[in-house]
């Protein structure tokens, strides 16, 4: 579990969870997720509503919005915290994973999830998450998504070709329609001395439902954020 935290993001157990899973009595996958801390306030007037009463109340109570907290903005609080959380990451990669000495030709190793960090409009804080993951490491860090399709894919707050209209309006609050971030991430770990298994073919996955007919729920997509799918393989 995280140290770092700011804001409701505190009281949200944040972490970073590990696998390691045996695909072969001579091949592993080690898999890490996390969703970090989130950034309140991108509008200027504070986190969205998300219509839930209890979590609404607490951003009041903390102090969410345009105001600051000891001379700190609520941007520039949660922007370090998540940082924080980023070097946490780090140390917990380095630890299971020997500092990339475990990663031999019969290993991958991949980070996954919502992380928060916008490679779309935040060319700088992308780079600084980049860096705190792989400067230094005995081994390469790669986004697999990146690499595939040669950009940064929209994954939240996507729009319609031709209309510009929000593609998911029922879970995504209506501050975020249209923004066009790209929050969620699949980075692969690859040893600088060993050739091992390969994480690849990176895909957006948007998950679209007909629930109003097939689940009986008013949602038409899973998430208010797109899926991720990545191959792995024998090199």
């Keep these: 579990m995280f140290k770092h935290g700011a804001l409701v993001d505190k009281f949200a157990a944040k972490q970073i ?6 695909v072969s009595p001579t091949k592993k996958v080690h898999v890490f997720t996390s969703h970090t801390q989130a950034t309140y306030a991108h509008h200027g007037n504070g986190a969205p509503s998300s219509g839930n009463i209890f979590y609404d109340f607490g951003q009041e109570v903390l102090g969410i919005g345009s105001k600051a907290v000891g001379g700190t903005s609520i941007v520039e609080l949660c922007d370090s915290a998540r940082l924080g959380q980023f070097r946490e990451m780090r140390s917990f990669i380095d630890r299971i994973l020997d500092h990339g ?4 030709p019969n290993d991958a190793a991949m980070l996954v999830g919502d992380l928060n960090t916008d490679a779309l409009n935040s060319t700088e804080e992308y ?35 031709g209309t510009g209209a929000p593609r998911e309006v029922t879970l995504t609050a209506k501050s975020d329609f249209g923004v066009r ?12 001395q060993k050739e091992g298994l390969k994480v690849h073919s990176g895909e957006v996955q948007p998950f679209f439902v007909d629930g109003k007919k097939k689940m009986n729920i008013p949602v038409t997509q899973l998430s208010d954020h797109y899926g991720l799918s990545a191959v792995v393989s024998c090199r």
């Design 17 to 22: 969870l590990y696998a390691g899973i045996r």
């Design 127 to 161: 780079n600084d998450m980049v860096s705190i993951l792989g400067a230094g490491a005995q081994y390469t860090v790669s986004n697999v998504m990146l690499d595939s399709t040669g950009k940064h894919p929209v994954t939240f707050g996507d729009v319609c070709a």
């Design 181 to 192: 971030m790209c929050l969620d991430y699949v980075f692969s770990f690859s040893s600088k």
């Design 101 to 104: 000495n475990v990663l031999g």
